[in-house]
């Protein structure tokens, strides 16, 4: 009887073997982290091969009474984002988007329709770079000087992603193009020039639920420049 061929046994998408995006290697994030001496990581698993990463990893934490426990925790790993709030100091009004976020929808927003500070990933560039292409492709402006307020951990119990947060005046002339977003990339982006009075309005009364865009028109509210 002829055995029969031995077959290779498949990797761990994302580790040893592509995932569906053709990376591999992504358990070594955080293996060697030694920042804090009371953290040792042990192992790093990939649990997702999707579009961002899943991993989850168990480490020894020693507590404030010396012993340490064993913890595992899982970490989304959508890289690193930038936002921008543009205002007119002259006609006194911002601009930002509104669109479709099922993630709200599903979690008893009424219709997922969110109103946003222009945001987006830094996809490898710097977060300059990366807001001002965003403020391009969604607002159809060209961005001037950029003040940069902070940089933002906007869920650390289990996102991963740090935002930077940015501000800068416009004027009728800096919108160029629609903006509107991408469509090859499925977005479909209404633009919203408000007044800033209507704006932080919103905020108070919930129509403006998103995290970032609520910080950065108080922020602007308190530097005076709303």
Do not use: C
């Given at each position: 009887?002829?055995?029969?061929?031995?077959?290779?046994?498949?990797?761990?998408?994302?580790?040893?073997?592509?995932?569906?995006?053709?990376?591999?290697?992504?358990?070594?994030?955080?293996?060697?982290l030694h920042g804090n001496p009371d953290v040792t990581v042990d192992r790093v698993?990939?649990?997702?091969?999707?579009?961002?990463?899943?991993?989850?990893?168990?480490?020894?934490?020693?507590?404030?009474?010396?012993?340490?426990?064993?913890?595992?925790?899982?970490?989304?790993?959508?890289?690193?984002?930038?936002?921008?709030?543009?205002?007119?100091?002259?006609?006194?009004?911002?601009?930002?988007?509104?669109?479709?976020?099922?993630?709200?929808?599903?979690n008893d927003h009424p219709d997922g329709m969110l109103i946003e500070t222009a945001?987006?990933?830094?996809?490898?560039?710097?977060?300059?770079?990366?807001?001002?292409?965003?403020?391009?492709?969604?607002?159809?402006?060209?961005?001037?000087?950029?003040?940069?307020?902070?940089?933002?951990?906007?869920?650390?119990?289990?996102?991963?992603?740090?935002?930077?947060?940015?501000?800068?005046?416009?004027?009728?002339?800096?919108?160029?193009?629609?903006?509107?977003?991408?469509?090859?990339?499925?977005?479909?982006?209404?633009?919203?020039?408000?007044?800033?009075?209507?704006?932080?309005?919103?905020?108070?009364?919930?129509?403006?639920?998103?995290?970032?865009?609520?910080?950065?028109?108080?922020?602007?509210?308190?530097?005076?420049?709303?």
């Amino acid at each position: 009887m002829t055995p029969l061929p031995t077959l290779p046994i498949p990797g761990r998408p994302g580790e040893d073997a592509p995932d569906g995006r053709g990376r591999t290697g992504l358990d070594r994030v955080g293996a060697d982290l030694h920042g804090n001496p009371d953290v040792t990581v042990d192992r790093v698993e990939v649990t997702s091969d999707g579009w961002h990463v899943l991993r989850r990893t168990t480490f020894r934490y020693r507590g404030r009474n010396g012993q340490q426990t064993s913890q595992q925790r899982e970490t989304y790993d959508r890289g690193n984002g930038a936002t921008i709030l543009l205002y007119d100091p002259d006609r006194k009004t911002v601009l930002l988007t509104r669109q479709f976020r099922y993630p709200a929808y599903v979690n008893d927003h009424p219709d997922g329709m969110l109103i946003e500070t222009a945001a987006g990933l830094l996809d490898e560039d710097s977060p300059e770079v990366a807001i001002r292409r965003e403020a391009s492709e969604e607002l159809g402006v060209v961005v001037g000087e950029l003040r940069h307020v902070f940089d933002l951990y906007m869920s650390p119990g289990s996102v991963t992603e740090r935002v930077h947060f940015y501000v800068a005046a416009y004027g009728p002339s800096d919108r160029v193009s629609p903006g509107g977003g991408l469509p090859e990339e499925g977005e479909e982006i209404e633009v919203l020039e408000i007044p800033s009075s209507d704006a932080l309005a919103m905020v108070a009364d919930g129509r403006i639920v998103d995290g970032k865009t609520v910080l950065l028109l108080q922020w602007a509210a308190l530097a005076g420049l709303l």
